[in-house]
């Protein structure tokens, strides 16, 4: 029931910006935390950033300053601002929800590229 879907990704630059949206449905949006993911070809998947209920957000330590992650819970929609691309930022891009640290609940969506040229 519950469903993911990206967009926004794309080809760009080094040095450029892109913006993920993920909208939510078939969830009681305001309950969960929402992540995004990535993989990049060969390596595991891996946490970029997340934001709870209240707005709080962590981010792993190459993508911040660069990266920021919002909510709109009017909307049921999460965002990952990208500023300063770099080739290693280039992956498949997965928005992922939970009602809590251990996955309870969780969903994933499909997954989106970015590819960043050098």
């Known amino acids: 029931q519950a469903q993911l879907v990206e967009s926004g990704g794309g080809l760009v630059q080094a040095g450029g910006s892109l913006r993920l949206s993920c909208e939510a449905s078939?969830?009681?949006?305001?309950?969960?935390?929402m992540g995004w993911y990535r993989q990049a070809p060969g390596k595991q998947r891996e946490l970029v950033a997340t934001?709870?209920?209240?707005?709080?957000?962590n981010y792993r330590d190459s993508v911040k300053g660069r990266f920021t992650i919002s909510r709109d819970n009017a909307k049921n929609m999460v965002y990952l601002q990208m500023n300063s691309l770099e080739p290693e930022d280039t992956a498949v891009y997965y928005c992922?929800?939970?009602?809590?640290?251990?996955?309870?609940?969780?969903?994933w969506g499909q997954g989106i590229q970015v590819t960043v040229s050098s």
């Open positions: 078939g969830i009681f949006f305001n309950l969960y935390v």
């Open positions: 934001i709870s209920r209240g707005n709080t957000t």
């Open positions: 992922h929800a939970a009602l809590n640290q251990d996955g309870l609940g969780s969903s």
